[in-house]
């Protein structure tokens, strides 16, 4: 079981607006920050968003994160076929001495 | 900004493997680094961390004791030193810019290096 629950899956119509939860604890998400990963199928996975609600040069700004208590949430509008991959969050954890952890990684589908 | 891993292969249970990963296109010794490892068709598992000067690191509980991290900064290389290989470290070892403990957020990923441990 991992550390930060994701929901394994989602799914939404080009041009829709889907969201996707990440929850944890006070040690993990409600401390420290939260960045999410995009893995396209096949690939290494890409910084989509850092510190909570940062884009990376090159992100596009569809895509958004944010945070409330001990749970963060990235939101994709204007939804895109190239945007089916699976999602994964992560932050840093105190009570594991500052280790990483991630969530178990969300499949989007574009339907 | 590049990660080319190299060193995975197929070993035995018990057995030992050494990975590497040489970073270029950045200055190397401002970054901590990490390895994550991705089974197949499973998801993200971040497996170990070091600070930029190698002076602090941090490893998942399903690796303690049997996997060492270290770095080279004189050589831009990350390395992992694997020993007493389990059936489920088989997976895909993705070296990482960032992910030290407490450390900065994990931007750059190498393609990875395949681990297969198996009789």
């Known amino acids: 079981q991992s550390v930060l629950t994701q929901p394994p899956s989602a799914s939404g119509t080009p041009g829709q607006r889907v969201t996707i939860s990440c929850s944890g604890s006070s040690s993990n998400i409600g401390s420290n920050t939260v960045n999410w990963y995009q893995q396209l199928p096949g690939t290494a996975p890409k910084l989509l968003i850092f510190d909570y609600n940062q884009r990376p040069s090159g992100v596009p700004d569809r895509f958004s994160g944010s945070k409330s208590g001990t749970s963060a949430s990235l939101a994709i509008s204007g939804l895109q076929s190239e945007d089916e991959a699976d999602y994964y969050c992560?932050?840093?954890?105190?009570?594991?001495?500052?280790?990483?952890?991630f969530g178990g990684g969300t499949k989007l589908t574009v339907l | 900004v590049q990660l080319v891993e190299s060193g995975g292969g197929v070993v035995r249970p018990g057995g030992s493997l050494r990975l590497s990963c040489a970073a270029s296109g950045f200055t190397f010794d401002d970054y901590g680094m990490s390895w994550v490892r991705q089974a197949p068709g499973k998801g993200l598992e971040w497996v170990s961390g070091?600070?930029?000067?190698?002076?602090?690191?941090g490893y998942a509980d399903s690796v303690q004791g049997r996997f060492t991290i270290s770095r080279d900064n004189a050589k831009n290389s990350l390395y992992l030193q694997m020993n007493s290989l389990r059936a489920e470290d088989t997976a895909l070892y993705h070296c990482v810019r960032g992910g030290s403990p407490r450390g900065y957020h994990m931007d750059v990923w190498g393609q990875g290096t395949t681990v297969t441990v198996s009789s």
């Open positions: 070091i600070y930029w000067n190698g002076g602090s690191t």
């Open positions: 992560a932050a840093c954890d105190d009570r594991l001495n500052g280790n990483w952890v």
